[in-house]
């Protein structure tokens, strides 16, 4: 599967609430600081990221397409996809949403491309 872009889907905190509710999800904040960006991962879990404040972009690995994406955006990450979060200049705040909750050693993790099977 690829990555999944929404521009301007949401306005509000409470519409991204909303949002989360309907895919009966489980929301938490994300702040990514400055960087040059993450390598190439894979999420065990599907992740739907909301864009609170910040801009970057985000390589879908499958495509090799970077697509910009900013406050009021979201991405749906599909479980066992190939992708990377672009430079961070000064830092990005997320709600993101799992389909279960996870204790924090478990959340987001990383895998790396070879172990994608």
């Not at 495509?63 to 990005?92: M, Q, W």
């Amino acid at each position: 599967m690829e990555l999944q872009f929404y521009s301007d889907f949401f306005k509000s905190t409470a519409d991204v609430l909303e949002d989360v509710i309907k895919n009966e999800t489980w929301p938490t904040t994300f702040v990514s600081g400055p960087s040059e960006g993450l390598h190439v991962h894979w999420h065990s879990d599907e992740v739907h990221a909301y864009i609170m404040e910040g801009e970057t972009d985000f390589l879908d690995a499958k495509s090799g397409i970077r697509t910009p994406v900013k406050a009021g955006d979201k991405i749906v990450v599909p479980a066992r996809t190939l992708h990377a979060e672009g430079a961070v200049l000064k830092r990005v705040v997320y709600i993101l949403a799992l389909p279960q909750p996870l204790p924090p050693e478990e959340f987001l993790a990383m895998h790396e491309p070879d172990t994608l099977n």
